[in-house]
């Protein structure tokens, strides 16, 4: 099997890749997995971030704010489900006021509809949601994260595309008839150029081709609790808290999803395994990987990450605790409300100085691309990230 391109992962950035890609080139997309949407894509939160939250300018802003609005365009002509509900993010204190004045200006730098209102203004419409006051941003909205990355996928075979489920990668070399030899679990695949998409294994597979040394995926679990059934109403769209633009990670919220159920969470805890869904799950290998990594050290020897690190672990353990999270902002919301729901795994890029990485990061050498870092909002943003990662590699073809 012969193509122009390879991509390694067929998750909604791999998928996105491979669907701008096959209007070029051949290509083959490897997914080790039988089912698309098994990881990050498909555990996740569903939101579209219409992009208040990241800096002017930024790749992060400029993907975030196009995902957008794409994204709702191609659910919507795909017959895929998106409930657009707007957000409500809010203030407790006068710390967060004053970030949510910060946050409205980077919306309107951003060009995102977004306004502050009162706390009373809120609960006009989240009779529930409790603060002093709240960035309220009618575009953000939620979809169907499975059936959105099954919509890109169908695009992409449309186009030609060649998809080889359950194809584990497992090594990567030169030679045959084209620059590289892929050998999976179920055979081997030639391509010109490889696109790397492999998610929490991306820095693994980037290692084949020597790129990505100086960083590592370091696993981070964010877990769910469901509102049941009969208490669904305590949330009516999606209620935030204000964000500390020091984290990686936006706090425990509420989003209402387009199945009407309510999720609360994610927590953001250290996983033992880069597939650990549980807080029981572990795997030798990638505990190895995460603890034997200079970087991860480097992380945790800041003491703002470490307390984080100690409180979102008793997040997970304690339902006390992640209840107490969301009671500050639903009150009403109690521990016979929530039960535990699905969890995700993010895939968080750390560099070796102990930094986290928090914008997009894609790497290349001569025959290969590799997106080393789809962090979140990495849904949001998958249309015209993939497209961008594509256009590098087809430049490279
Ligand atoms: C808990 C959580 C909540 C989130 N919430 C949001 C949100 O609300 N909004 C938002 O925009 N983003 C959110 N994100 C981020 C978003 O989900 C990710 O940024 C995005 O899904 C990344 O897509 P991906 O294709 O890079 O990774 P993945 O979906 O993980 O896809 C990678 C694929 O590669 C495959 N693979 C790995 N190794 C190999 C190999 N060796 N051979 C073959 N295949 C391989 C995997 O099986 C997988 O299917 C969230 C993430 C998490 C974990």
Same mark, same amino acid.
Request: aromatic fraction near 8%; charge should be negative.
């Given at each position: %099997? !012969?193509?122009?391109?390879?991509?390694?992962?067929?998750?909604?950035?791999?998928?996105?890749?491979?669907?701008?890609?096959?209007?070029?080139?051949?290509?083959? @997309?490897?997914?080790?997995?039988?089912?698309?949407?098994?990881?990050?894509?498909?555990?996740?939160?569903? @939101?579209?971030?219409?992009?208040?939250?990241?800096? *002017?300018?930024?790749?992060? +802003?400029?993907?975030?704010?196009?995902?957008?609005?794409? %994204?709702?365009?191609?659910?919507?002509?795909?017959?895929?489900?998106?409930?657009?509900?707007?957000?409500?993010?809010?203030?407790?204190?006068?710390?967060?006021?004053?970030?949510?004045?910060?946050?409205?200006?980077?919306?309107?730098?951003?060009?995102?509809?977004?306004?502050? @209102?009162?706390?009373?203004?809120?609960?006009?419409?989240?009779?529930? +949601? +409790?603060?002093?006051?709240?960035?309220?941003?009618?575009?953000?909205?939620?979809?169907?994260?499975? !059936?959105?990355?099954?919509?890109?996928? &169908?695009?992409?075979?449309?186009?030609?595309?060649?998809?080889?489920?359950?194809?584990?990668?497992?090594?990567?070399?030169? &030679?045959?008839?084209?620059?590289?030899?892929?050998?999976?679990? !179920?055979?081997?695949?030639?391509?010109?150029?490889?696109?790397?998409?492999?998610?929490?294994?991306?820095?693994?597979?980037?290692?084949?081709?020597?790129? &990505?040394?100086?960083?590592?995926?370091?696993? /981070?679990? &964010?877990?769910?609790?469901?509102?049941? *059934?009969?208490?669904?109403?305590?949330?009516?769209?999606?209620?935030?808290?204000?964000?500390?633009?020091?984290?990686?990670?936006?706090?425990?919220?509420?989003?209402?999803?387009?199945?009407? !159920?309510?999720?609360?969470?994610?927590?953001?805890? $250290?996983?033992?395994?880069?597939?650990?869904?549980?807080?029981? #799950?572990?795997?030798?290998?990638? $505990?190895?990987?995460?603890?034997?990594? *200079?970087?991860?050290?480097?992380? %945790?020897?800041?003491?703002? %990450?470490?307390? @984080? +690190?100690? #409180?979102? $672990?008793?997040?997970?353990?304690?339902?006390?605790? /992640?209840?107490?999270?969301?009671?500050?902002?639903?009150?009403?919301?109690?521990?016979?409300?929530?039960?535990?729901?699905?969890?995700?795994?993010?895939?968080?890029?750390?560099?070796?100085?102990?930094?986290?990485?928090?914008?997009?990061?894609?790497?290349?050498?001569?025959?290969?691309?590799?997106?080393?870092?789809?962090?979140?909002?990495?849904?949001?943003?998958?249309? *015209?990230?993939?497209?961008?990662?594509?256009?590098?590699?087809?430049?490279?073809?």
């Amino acid at each position: %099997m !012969k193509y122009d391109v390879a991509v390694v992962g067929a998750g909604a950035v791999g998928s996105s890749v491979a669907r701008r890609l096959a209007e070029d080139a051949d290509v083959a @997309v490897l997914e080790k997995e039988l089912h698309l949407a098994r990881h990050q894509s498909g555990r996740n939160s569903g @939101v579209l971030h219409p992009g208040f939250n990241y800096e *002017p300018g930024s790749t992060k +802003a400029c993907f975030a704010v196009e995902g957008t609005r794409r %994204m709702k365009e191609f659910c919507r002509s795909n017959d895929v489900a998106v409930e657009e509900c707007g957000v409500y993010v809010a203030a407790h204190d006068q710390d967060d006021e004053e970030r949510l004045r910060e946050l409205k200006q980077q919306a309107d730098e951003n060009g995102v509809e977004a306004e502050i @209102v009162s706390g009373e203004e809120m609960r006009e419409h989240e009779p529930h +949601a +409790a603060g002093e006051a709240a960035l309220h941003a009618p575009e953000a909205a939620s979809v169907d994260s499975v !059936k959105y990355v099954h919509a890109v996928a &169908g695009e992409a075979e449309d186009q030609g595309a060649d998809y080889y489920m359950d194809h584990r990668v497992n090594a990567v070399s030169e &030679g045959g008839s084209r620059r590289h030899r892929l050998e999976s679990s !179920k055979g081997a695949v030639e391509a010109d150029h490889v696109v790397n998409c492999a998610g929490l294994h991306a820095d693994r597979v980037a290692g084949e081709f020597d790129v &990505g040394e100086g960083y590592r995926v370091v696993p /981070f679990r &964010g877990e769910y609790y469901e509102l049941t *059934p009969g208490r669904t109403d305590l949330c009516r769209s999606m209620i935030y808290p204000t964000p500390d633009p020091e984290l990686p990670f936006l706090g425990v919220h509420f989003t209402r999803r387009t199945d009407g !159920k309510v999720i609360v969470g994610p927590n953001a805890v $250290l996983a033992f395994g880069r597939e650990a869904y549980r807080n029981n #799950s572990f795997n030798i290998r990638d $505990l190895a990987s995460t603890f034997g990594y *200079p970087g991860f050290w480097r992380l %945790m020897a800041d003491r703002k %990450m470490l307390a @984080v +690190a100690w #409180s979102e $672990l008793n997040r997970s353990y304690r339902k006390k605790k /992640f209840i107490s999270a969301a009671q500050e902002l639903v009150p009403d919301a109690d521990a016979g409300d929530l039960q535990r729901s699905y969890s995700g795994v993010r895939a968080q890029l750390v560099s070796r100085d102990g930094d986290l990485v928090k914008q997009p990061l894609v790497e290349t050498t001569e025959h290969s691309t590799h997106v080393l870092n789809a962090v979140s909002p990495g849904l949001t943003c998958s249309l *015209p990230y993939g497209e961008h990662v594509a256009e590098q590699a087809l430049d490279q073809l």
